[in-house]
């Protein structure tokens, strides 16, 4: 008898969510349409959509097209329903964002810090979420998940940075401190690149691909490979580290992660930004950071652009191993280094260069379109996958 009436409250609770996400994926949707798309009985749609309504997750947007009758009420998601907020870590740098549920952002920092502690990081995290709420008027309670992106070797099942070299942390039980900082607010932690082939998945060029990889041309370098319309993760999670992948075993610059030649090593802002330092006259050593070679007055300086060429040949030879490897239908570049055109046209070059025509001439090798930084967009959709499973937002 019990057994019977979990059942039912299970059942329940499955046609809700059922009906909130066909909402969600096809709004502006009629009742109609809900019914067709999810199975259920006209009736049973609108029991479920009243108290959608009444509890103002869901509005009523407009009126729908005839199809004969009288036109249908259109359903969507109310975007202020509930919030989510989101956070990008990366080697001394932390972005936080507050989201609504249509992914407009209302309120985002950036800041500048030395990010080997995680104590003072989470202590930055929860300060800006402290003020952002406070300025933005919002709702403590309506915000109801983090997405959280780090570099590193992430444990998604046990929310720690196992190792990341860039932020120096070992083990660090970053989704525990976050949530704890946060009053308690569910945390979920993402690789940075992970979260950034995501947000290419849900709003960005991969959309309509199966089969395309990430990579983030920073100061690490690392893949999020979507195989199949999924994530790969590989067997603990750990899969996409082609910063590592060793390019020059002897006589390579050493790694911050201990190693010689390393992808990133090699490839990275760091080294792009030391080799200009010592190789080109008449550059301020002190003041030149990445913005200046890439979009800046040194993008038009000829050995600037000639270590571009370079840097980007290398980082093609990386991308011409993974067309070989995964055969993906698209490569999106992100990151600083993926603002430098000549960079870009080498990575290009190169990696058609080396595969078989038959591979190269499938794939499509593009910048990011997104206006905001695909990391960030990912811990939104990172949350909003959270979001989405709960029974009830407020
Ligand atoms: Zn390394």
Redesign the pocket.
């Given at each position: 008898m019990q057994r019977g009436s979990r059942n039912s409250q299970d059942l329940k609770l499955f046609n809700r969510l059922l009906v909130r996400n066909v909402i969600r994926e096809k709004a502006p949707v009629a009742r109609f349409e809900i019914a067709r798309e999810t199975g259920l009985t006209p009736s049973a749609v609108t029991v479920i959509v009243n108290d959608l309504i009444g509890e103002g997750a869901v509005s009523e947007m407009r009126l729908g097209r005839s199809t004969g009758g009288r036109r249908p009420v259109m359903l969507g998601i109310n975007p202020k329903a509930a919030f989510v907020f989101g956070v990008r870590l990366q080697k001394n740098q932390i972005e936080m964002a507050i989201f609504d549920l249509g992914g407009t952002i209302l309120n985002k920092e950036l800041q500048t810090l030395d990010t080997s502690d995680p104590t003072e990081v989470v202590e930055e995290i929860g300060g800006y979420f402290d003020r952002a709420i406070i300025e933005s008027d919002l709702d403590r309670k309506k915000i109801l998940w983090c997405g959280l992106a780090s570099p590193g070797l992430i444990n998604s099942h046990s929310g720690e940075v196992v190792r990341s070299?860039n932020l120096n942390w070992l083990n660090v039980p970053i989704r525990d401190l976050t949530s704890h900082r946060l009053d308690g607010m569910p945390v979920q932690l993402e690789h940075n690149v992970t979260a950034a082939a995501l947000a290419e998945m849900e709003y960005g060029v991969g959309k309509q691909c199966m089969n395309f990889i990430s990579i983030n041309l920073s100061v690490g370098i690392s893949a999020g490979i979507i195989l199949d319309g999924r994530v790969y993760r590989g067997d603990s999670g750990y899969a996409g580290e082609l910063?590592?992948m060793t390019l020059f075993p002897v006589g390579g610059p050493r790694?911050?992660?201990g190693?010689y030649g390393?992808f990133?090593?090699v490839c990275g802002v760091n080294r792009v930004l030391e080799r200009i330092k010592t190789e080109v006259r008449s550059v301020d050593v002190e003041t030149i950071g990445i913005h200046d070679v890439v979009a800046g007055s040194l993008s038009r300086n000829p050995q600037v652009r000639n270590i571009l060429e370079e840097t980007g040949g290398l980082i093609g030879i990386a991308v011409a191993n993974l067309l070989s490897l995964f055969n993906p239908s698209m490569i999106v570049l992100s990151g600083e280094l993926s603002k430098a055109d000549v960079l870009v046209n080498a990575i290009v070059a190169k990696a058609k260069q080396m595969t078989f025509d038959e591979v190269s001439s499938s794939v499509r090798i593009v910048t990011t379109e997104m206006k905001k930084e695909p990391q960030l967009i990912g811990t939104y959709v990172t949350a909003m996958k959270k979001v989405f499973m709960l029974d009830h937002w407020v």
């Open positions: 070299s910063g590592h790694c911050a992660c190693q390393c990133e090593a």
